[in-house]
């Protein structure tokens, strides 16, 4: 999301004519704002128009504008992705990230949340967040999506992002599929529930926590939502 914080202005002494200077940020789905220089623009009434005529060249400048800050948005998110979440890193130690409340432990593996959090995306709000954690290395997000609307836009969100996705049906679900570097993206929508689950793995880790579970023939299990039945994870 794109917003103009403020605007900053500075005339030079001794002329007609100034300057003023505009100045933004850029806000990604995580939250980090990053300042950004827009545009300089000169200010007077004795100001000069060009040659080209007033207007001619601001439209082309603007839309370039726009095109540019829309592309290193979308670059810029897919990148932090890559690295973390929110904020959390990969592979990160769960005591490296505050307020974590232990929800459930099965062998190597450990889920947290982390009280009253949502998680914005594509104009939705995903709720019920858990953090998974393998041998102390965070390797996967989960969270609910909480109705059928909601889902869809999740699902056009992510299409429009990391391209149509890969389908598998199941006998009461189809599972929706995103491949980006070392992320999978899961949506699973359910025939007969309300509420879809979507999750963020961090592959070089959650392999190994599937082969972990092979050698082991474990199932571990985790409920979409308090009071319905608990469901396998699979990565």
Known sequence: MFRTDAEKVRETAGEARGTRRTYGALTDEGGSVT??????ERIGLSARPSKRGPHLMRPTIAGLMIFVLTFWVAH???EDLQTSFTGIAWGAAAEDTRNLTLTREDGDERYYTRPDEFY???GVTCEDIRYGYYQNQFFAVFMTVKNQADFREVREHLNERYGDARSQMRMDRTIYIWDFLDIKIKLKHYEEREAAKLAYYYTPLSTKVNEARKATKSETVIKIDAGEEEELLDF
């Open 35 to 40: 300042p950004l220089f827009i545009r300089r």
């Open 120 to 122: 914005p995306l594509g």
């Open 76 to 78: 810029a998110s897919a």
